[in-house]
């Protein structure tokens, strides 16, 4: 049996409670009124997600440019000249359940689209094996990557390549093997019984890699 942990959030706090895990998850909070003004405040883009849930559904991303205010869901984008009008449409629009807030990333691209990594991680006989590690490549006006969304499939390395071109590939490759084993020893530590994890990773135009988000039952 494979245990499984629907909470985005209590899996956030076990992951950083390890420093070197830590440096690379994005700032995140539960979803208020206030948290959502400060950190669009400081990071000027961040994405609102779902406690529970998987798939993409839900997830929208909102931004500040000065003193405008705008929010995209799936295609489309709304446009708000202050934050308070911003906010009420968000609370229209998002799906009936707790929320959180994550710093956005600006992922690297492909043909001006985003691109993120899944990895899987399944637990054997003979201990933990990475099954895949694939790039998803996000729907032409989408920014969220996910193939039942529309995303595409590339190999990991081309993706890499391809992206950023100006990185080591295979080295970026063993650096989300190392992250992805450190993070299994936590979440199994805190959570014995888990036997099959998705995580999705993201990489900055500088190369740092991010988790985006674990799951325990991945799709």
Known sequence: MNRTIGSKWIKTEVLQTNPYIANHIPETAIFTEQHLKDMLQKYGMVFVKPVHGG????????????????????????????????????????????????????LARIMGR???????????????????????HARKGLVITNVCKGGTLLKCREA?????????????????????????????ERFPG??????DYGLDHSGKIWILEVNTRPQ
């Open 55 to 106: 798939g993409g559904n839900g997830v929208m991303r909102v931004g500040r440019e000065g003193e405008k205010y705008f929010f995209t869901k799936m295609s489309h984008t709304y446009s708000f000249s202050n934050y308070k009008s911003m906010y009420r449409s968000l609370l229209r629009n998002k799906i009936k359940r707790t929320y959180l807030i994550q710093q956005g990333i600006t």
């Open 114 to 136: 985003p691109i993120d990594y899944r990895v899987k991680f399944l637990k054997k006989e003979t201990g933990w094996k990475i099954t895949a590690m694939l790039g998803r």
């Open 160 to 188: 890499l390549r391809r992206s950023l071109p100006h990185i080591d590939a295979r080295a970026k490759q063993q650096e989300m093997r190392k992250l992805t084993r450190t993070c299994t020893a936590l979440l199994e």
């Open 194 to 199: 888990i036997g099959e994890l998705g995580f």
